[in-house]
């Protein structure tokens, strides 16, 4: 585990109540399922690209929103975290039991994750790097990932290149800019650096919806030869 003590701002918010809405949030009207059955097809599709691995780390987990389609492969071993313990308590009280037992919790930060160097196949980290603002930060949790992950990291961010970004950028401008920026998108060229920066080969990508959506999953592969370096 690593010694950063590096703390979000927003990674406050996942209290018991926020926890549960959370995990209403993803069902509460036909928009949010269709677009959470097409966010579960884009990672199934990430996995598969990442070689479908046998050992994985869903990071962070929040209220189990993967956990059945993590579970679609047989006799995979699923370590699930999250930084909110409510988040987690959420999650196995709501979801199938069946599910659940499948899945070992425990809760930690993304920044120093409680597991040893090489301890999983794949990192399975979705909606967190499009909150993580600076890049010394995002360079922080990829070091990290590196450390962890055996080969991959399944990761998905807000990019830019699409109508969705675009529109943000001018809703942005509009905005006070003394108001705390939880959130960013990512100028593709950019965060494809940092990826390389943390040593990390790009295995392969998938859009939610090209030239339209920002959501995009990334698939990276752990370069071997950096990981001797560190
Ligand atoms: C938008 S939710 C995404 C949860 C889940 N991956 C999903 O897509 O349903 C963001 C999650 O990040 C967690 N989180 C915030 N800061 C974190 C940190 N430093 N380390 C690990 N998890 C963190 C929050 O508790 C919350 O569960």
């Given at each position: 585990?690593?010694?950063?003590?590096?703390?979000?701002?927003?990674?406050?918010?996942?209290?018991?109540?926020?926890?549960?809405?959370?995990?209403?949030?993803?069902?509460?009207?036909?928009?949010?399922?269709?677009?959470?059955?097409?966010?579960?097809?884009?990672?199934?599709?990430?996995?598969?690209?990442?070689?479908?691995?046998?050992?994985?780390?869903?990071?962070?987990?929040?209220?189990?929103?993967?956990?059945?389609?993590?579970?679609?492969?047989?006799?995979?071993?699923?370590?699930?975290?999250?930084?909110?313990?409510?988040?987690?308590?959420?999650?196995?009280?709501?979801?199938?039991?069946?599910?659940?037992?499948?899945?070992?919790?425990?809760?930690?930060?993304?920044?120093?994750?409680?597991?040893?160097?090489?301890?999983?196949?794949?990192?399975?980290?979705?909606?967190?790097?499009?909150?993580?603002v600076?890049?010394?930060?995002?360079?922080?949790?990829?070091?990290?990932?590196?450390?962890?992950?055996?080969?991959?990291?399944?990761?998905?961010?807000?990019?830019?290149?699409?109508?969705?970004?675009?529109?943000r950028e001018r809703l942005e401008l509009k905005r006070d800019h003394k108001e705390y920026k939880n959130r960013?998108?990512?100028?593709?060229?950019?965060?494809?650096?940092?990826?390389?920066?943390?040593?990390?080969?790009?295995?392969?990508?998938?859009?939610?919806?090209?030239?339209?959506?920002?959501?995009?999953?990334?698939?990276?592969?752990?370069?071997?030869?950096?990981?001797?370096?560190?």
């Open positions: 585990m690593n010694d950063s003590n590096i703390t979000l701002e927003f990674s406050g918010k996942y209290d018991s109540k926020h926890s549960l809405e959370y995990y209403k949030k993803h069902k509460d009207s036909i928009g949010r399922r269709l677009s959470n059955i097409r966010e579960q097809s884009i990672a199934r599709k990430a996995l598969a690209i990442a070689g479908n691995p046998a050992i994985v780390l869903d990071l962070p987990c929040g209220a189990g929103r993967f956990w059945p389609l993590l579970c679609e492969k047989p006799g995979r071993t699923i370590y699930a975290s999250d930084y909110s313990l409510s988040m987690i308590m959420v999650a196995k009280k709501l979801l199938d039991p069946a599910t659940v037992k499948n899945i070992s919790c425990f809760q930690t930060s993304a920044f120093s994750i409680n597991l040893k160097a090489d301890a999983v196949d794949s990192i399975f980290c979705m909606r967190l790097l499009h909150h993580i600076k890049k010394d930060h995002r360079l922080a949790l990829l070091k990290e990932f590196h450390r962890v992950t055996k080969d991959t990291v399944c990761l998905s961010l807000w990019v830019d290149g699409n109508y969705k970004a675009w529109k960013f998108v990512a100028n593709r060229q950019e965060i494809e650096s940092e990826f390389r920066e943390a040593g990390f080969n790009i295995l392969g990508l998938i859009d939610f919806a090209k030239y339209y959506s920002m959501w995009r999953i990334y698939v990276l592969r752990k370069n071997i030869s950096r990981a001797n370096e560190t």
